[in-house]
C-alpha cells in the first residue's frame, strides 16, 4: 500500500498546505515536520512562484516572502529528503505552478521529486488538456486532478475517471484563501463528484477554522487547509508552536468523525 | 476534449489555467465561432468598426520622412487615428459584442500604457457593461490621463500593488477576479497572449489592420510592401498587420520589441533578442519565450514604454520567429524617443513610445534600402498619453 492509499484508511483527513521557505528555509521545515507529527495525514508542500494566479493575498504574499528569502525548486526537493530524513513518514505533495517545473527540466524535476521522497504533485495551471507531456514522465505517482464548481457533469465525468490518487475538488469559485463560511452548495457539488468517481474526493479554498474543517468533513474524504494555516503559522512569533496548536485542533476536530 | 480551432501554434499557446476557468474558455470558443459564422454579428462589428470607431484608417504617405532617410519609401497606417487614440479598440469591442452575445453583464481588463483598459472601458460604455480596468500602480503613475479616460468613461480602475506592479501583475490580479466571478464576468483580455482562444481572437479582431494595409498599399502605392513593421509587447497589432500580409511571401515581416536600456544591462523587455534570460515557459495560461530566471521565477522588464514592458510575448509570435516567417529585433528607449521626436518634426504626427519603436526600426532600415521599395510601419496608437513621460525623459532638451 503507498503512502497515499494508506493515509485514507481513516477518513476524512487533514490536509494542510505550506510553502517552503516561508518565512525562511530553516523554519519551513520545522513546521512540515512539526504539522506532520501533530496530526496532519497529508501534507501540500508549496513550491513558490512569483506569479501564483490562483492565490489568494495571503499565499501571495508566503510565496514572495519565500522567493526573497532564496527558495528554489532545487532548495525545496532538498527540503523533502530532509523531510524524509527526520522520519516524516505521511505522503508529500508537491503543489506549484507549472513554470518552475519546466525550467528545471520536466523529467529531472520529477525524477528528483522521486528521490526526495514526494508522493504526488499538485499543478493548479496544468488542467487535463495540457497534461499530457507531464503524465508521460510521471509514472507511478500520481498527478492530482483538480475540479471545480464550473466543471459541467461530462467534464467531471472525464476527468474523474482518469484520476489517480485522489480529486482535488475546489470548494468556490475563487482563489485561495478562508471565507466567513462554507458555500451551502457543497453538499450538492460533492455529491455531484462522487457520482462520476469512486476516487477519494479532497476538498480545498476557503476552509478556515476547525468548525468548518468539521463541516466539510462530515462530506468529503479529506479537508485541504492553506491560507489558514499559513496565516496562523507565518503571523505567530513561534511558528513551530503554532504548527503544533494548528494541527491538533483540526485533528481533534475531525477525529470524531474518523472512520 | 477536442477544441473548435487550433490551441497551439506549433509547440506554444495552449490552456494552462487552473480548472475554474476551463468551462469559460470553452464556451468562449464556441461564442466566438458560432459569432464569426453569424452574419448579423459580423455586421454589427463591421458597422461599429465603420461608424464608432473611424474604420478604415487611413494609409499616410511619410513624404518628409522618407526624403530624410534616403531610402525606401515610407507608408504609415494610422491606428492612431481610431477612436480611442490606438488599435486596442478593434479587439475591445469585438471580444464586448461576444459577452453580449454569452449574456454576460460584466468584464475585467488589464491594461499597462493604458490603451486596452480606456478601450474596454469606452466598448463598455457603448454597450452597456460593468466595467473594472487591473492596472499596475507603476503605471498609473506613469500614464496618468488614461486613468483619468477610463473613470469618466464609468470604469472602476483598480490599482496593482503585488509583484513589479505593471502589466504582468494586473493580468495575475485580472484573472484572479475572473476566476472569482467567471459566471457573470468576461475576461477582455487586450493582447494576443493569455490561454487559447484569446491569441486567436484577438488576432482575428486585430486582422481589419492588416486587411485594410493590404488594400491600401495597392491603392496608393500600386504594389505591396517589401518590409511591415510593427512593435511587438504582447504583440495584437503586429498579428493584425503581420496577419494581411503572411500569405505574401516576398514580404519581410518585423516584430520589434523593447530594448529598453539595452540588452546587455537586463533592463528590457526583449524576449526573443536576451538568450540569458529567455527561455521558453509558461505564464498566464500560454507557453511561450517567457524572461525569467534560472529558478523559473518571472524576470522584472523594463521599457520606456508601459505597453511593451512585459516579460512574455503572444505565442503565435513565437511561432513565427521559429519558423522564420518573422524576424524580430529591438529597440532601445533612447532610439524609440529619438524615433518619437523624428516623427513629430518630419510628419506632424506624435506616436505613441509603443509605436516609436518601430519607427526606430525603420530609421535603422529605410537608409539601406533602394528607393523604389517600401516599408509599411503600423503606427499602432498616438502619443498623447505618453507626454509626461517624454517630457520627464526629455527635460530640459525639449
Given at each position: 500500500m503507498n503512502r497515499i492509499e494508506n493515509a485514507f484508511k481513516n477518513k476524512p483527513i487533514f490536509m494542510p498546505y505550506f510553502p517552503l521557505g516561508y518565512p525562511n528555509l530553516d523554519t519551513s521545515i520545522d513546521v512540515i515536520e512539526t504539522l506532520a507529527k501533530n496530526g496532519a495525514d497529508l501534507i501540500e508542500v508549496g513550491i513558490s512562484f512569483s506569479d501564483p494566479l490562483a492565490d489568494g493575498p495571503v499565499i501571495q504574499k508566503a510565496t514572495q516572502i519565500a522567493l526573497e528569502q532564496g527558495i528554489t525548486v532545487k532548495k525545496s526537493l532538498a527540503a523533502i529528503a530532509e523531510l524524509r530524513n527526520r522520519g516524516v513518514t505521511i505522503p508529500l505533495i508537491l503543489m506549484g505552478y507549472f513554470n518552475p517545473m519546466l525550467a528545471y527540466g520536466l523529467e529531472k524535476f520529477i525524477q528528483d521529486a522521486k528521490e526526495a521522497g514526494a508522493d504526488g504533485f499538485i499543478v493548479p495551471d496544468l488542467p487535463p488538456e495540457e497534461a499530457g507531456e507531464f503524465q508521460s514522465l510521471v509514472g507511478d505517482l500520481p498527478l492530482i486532478q483538480m475540479l471545480a464548481p464550473t466543471s459541467p457533469n461530462e467534464r467531471m465525468e472525464s476527468i474523474a475517471r482518469n484520476a489517480k490518487g485522489f480529486i482535488y475538488l475546489v470548494?468556490?469559485?475563487?482563489?485561495?484563501g478562508a471565507r466567513t463560511s462554507i458555500s451551502d452548495g457543497l453538499g450538492d457539488l460533492i455529491a455531484r463528484v462522487r457520482e462520476h468517481t469512486s476516487a477519494k474526493v479532497c476538498v480545498g479554498f476557503g476552509i478556515g477554522t476547525p468548525e468548518q474543517a468539521k463541516q466539510v468533513g462530515l462530506l468529503a474524504d479529506g479537508v485541504i487547509v492553506g491560507s489558514a494555516c499559513v496565516k496562523t503559522i507565518g503571523s505567530s512569533e513561534k511558528p513551530v508552536e503554532a504548527a503544533k496548536q494548528f494541527a491538533a485542533e483540526f485533528r481533534s476536530a475531525l477525529q470524531e468523525l474518523k472512520k | 476534449m477536442s477544441t473548435l480551432l487550433p490551441p497551439k501554434f506549433g509547440p506554444y499557446g495552449g490552456r494552462f489555467v487552473p480548472e475554474t476557468l476551463m468551462p469559460a474558455l470553452i464556451e468562449l470558443e464556441q461564442a466566438f465561432v458560432d459569432a464569426q459564422k453569424d452574419k448579423v454579428f459580423r455586421n454589427e462589428f463591421e458597422g461599429l468598426l465603420a461608424s464608432f470607431v473611424g474604420r478604415p484608417t487611413p494609409l499616410t504617405y511619410a513624404k518628409r520622412l522618407s526624403e530624410k532617410l534616403g531610402g525606401a519609401q515610407i507608408y504609415l497606417?494610422?491606428?492612431?487615428?481610431a477612436h480611442t487614440g490606438a488599435h486596442k479598440i478593434n479587439n475591445a469591442l469585438g471580444q464586448a459584442l461576444l459577452v453580449k452575445r454569452m449574456g454576460k453583464k460584466r468584464v475585467v481588463a488589464e491594461t499597462g500604457a493604458g490603451q486596452h483598459g480606456v478601450a474596454s472601458a469606452t466598448a463598455a460604455a457603448l454597450l452597456g457593461l460593468e466595467c473594472v480596468v487591473y492596472m499596475g500602480s507603476v503605471d498609473i503613475a506613469r500614464q496618468e490621463p488614461n486613468v483619468f479616460r477610463m473613470k469618466l468613461l464609468g470604469a472602476e480602475v483598480r490599482p496593482v500593488e503585488s509583484g513589479t506592479k505593471t502589466l504582468k501583475d494586473a493580468i495575475n490580479e485580472a484573472i484572479r477576479d475572473w476566476v472569482t466571478n467567471v459566471r457573470d464576468t468576461h475576461y477582455l483580455l487586450g493582447s494576443a497572449l493569455g490561454p487559447h482562444p484569446y491569441p486567436t481572437i484577438v488576432r482575428e479582431f486585430q486582422s481589419v489592420i492588416g486587411i485594410e494595409a493590404r488594400e491600401q498599399m495597392l491603392r496608393d502605392a500600386g504594389r505591396l510592401p517589401d518590409t511591415v513593421i510593427a512593435c511587438v509587447g504582447g504583440g495584437s497589432n503586429a498579428i493584425g498587420v503581420f496577419s494581411g500580409f503572411v500569405?505574401?511571401?516576398?514580404v519581410e515581416l518585423i516584430g520589434v520589441e523593447a530594448g529598453g536600456s539595452g540588452i546587455a544591462s537586463g533592463k528590457h523587455a526583449a524576449r526573443f533578442g536576451d538568450a540569458s534570460k529567455a527561455r521558453v515557459g509558461v505564464i498566464h495560461g500560454t507557453r511561450t519565450y517567457v524572461l525569467q530566471d534560472e529558478d523559473g521565477q518571472i524576470a522584472e522588464t523594463h521599457s520606456v514604454s508601459a505597453g511593451l514592458d512585459y516579460a512574455a510575448v503572444g505565442p503565435e509570435h513565437a511561432m513565427m520567429r521559429d519558423n522564420e516567417r518573422a524576424f524580430y529585433t529591438s529597440a532601445t528607449d533612447v532610439e524609440a524617443l529619438d524615433a518619437f521626436q523624428t516623427l513629430c518634426h518630419t510628419e506632424g504626427i506624435i506616436p505613441a513610445l509603443e509605436s516609436s519603436h518601430a519607427v526606430a526600426e525603420v530609421i535603422k532600415r529605410a537608409p539601406t534600402m533602394k528607393k523604389d521599395q517600401v516599408i509599411l510601419v503600423n503606427l499602432s496608437g498616438r502619443g498623447d498619453k505618453d507626454l509626461n513621460t517624454v517630457i520627464k525623459e526629455l527635460g530640459t532638451n525639449l
Open positions: 470548494s468556490v469559485t475563487g482563489v485561495t | 497606417k494610422r491606428e492612431d487615428l500569405d505574401d511571401e516576398q
